[in-house]
């Protein structure tokens, strides 16, 4: 049973360029969460989608928009990159929409130059 | 708003030494809790959880009590081996924000052999 995957691993871009990451959510799960994980802080919370709608959202610019597909896994954009959107972006996936078994991908760290 | 607040680090330990790492949180609901491990080079694993008052939530030696009085969910074990060294979130989900967890800023665990 595969876990939740995030592609890419790592990334480079740079200033003002625009960028998708991926994620495919734990089998059985239809809920995916983005967080971005700045270097020594704790995950912030990004926006969750749940039945393909954007559910929640914290305090991220209208610059970071998502996407979920019928088959569960989503996508997050950013656009217009700033040298602090630099860090550890990371999903996780849950059922119905809650976050109390929630399972967190491996991340991909975005570094914009 | 939400914010969960965790004893600074980095904490050193020897091998069999007791651990406590301290969490406080501010909520405006009911909040469910969690302790995340986020091991070198990973994501975060979900190491326990409580529900309620009073429940204690526990996992691989780890354990956490829920005190809602003081606003508190410790996590204490009672003798750490070398494996343990991670870095260690304490986190909460208000039952009313159920698509959102808060994080603390993690704890840096290092046990030496």
């Known amino acids: 049973d595969a876990g939740v995957t995030q592609s890419p691993t790592h990334l480079i871009k740079t200033r003002g360029q625009q960028v998708t990451l991926r994620c495919s959510p734990k089998s059985g799960h239809d809920t995916v969460s983005w967080y971005q994980q700045a270097l020594g802080q704790g995950p912030q919370f990004i926006f969750q989608y749940y039945e393909e709608e954007e559910r929640q959202r914290g305090n991220f610019p209208d610059r970071f928009s998502g996407h979920q597909f019928p088959n569960y896994s989503s996508e997050l954009n950013v656009n217009a990159l700033l040298l602090g959107d630099s860090a550890l972006y990371l999903c996780a996936s849950s059922s119905g929409g809650s976050v109390h078994e929630q399972y967190f991908g491996p991340g991909t760290r975005l570094t914009v130059t | 708003g939400d914010s969960v607040t965790q004893m600074e680090g980095p904490v050193t330990l020897s091998e069999e030494a007791f651990l406590t790492i301290n969490c406080t949180y501010t909520a405006t609901g009911y909040p469910s809790l969690f302790w995340y491990v986020q091991y070198p080079g990973e994501g975060l694993q979900l190491l326990l959880k409580?529900?309620?008052?009073?429940d204690k939530g526990s996992n691989k030696g780890f354990e956490a009590t829920y005190r809602k009085e003081t606003t508190s969910f410790h996590l204490e074990k009672g003798s750490v081996q070398v494996s343990d060294s991670a870095v260690y979130f304490c986190a909460l989900s208000d039952q009313g924000d159920a698509g959102k967890s808060t994080f603390g800023d993690g704890t840096t665990l290092t046990v030496k052999p």
């Open positions: 409580a529900t309620k008052a009073d």
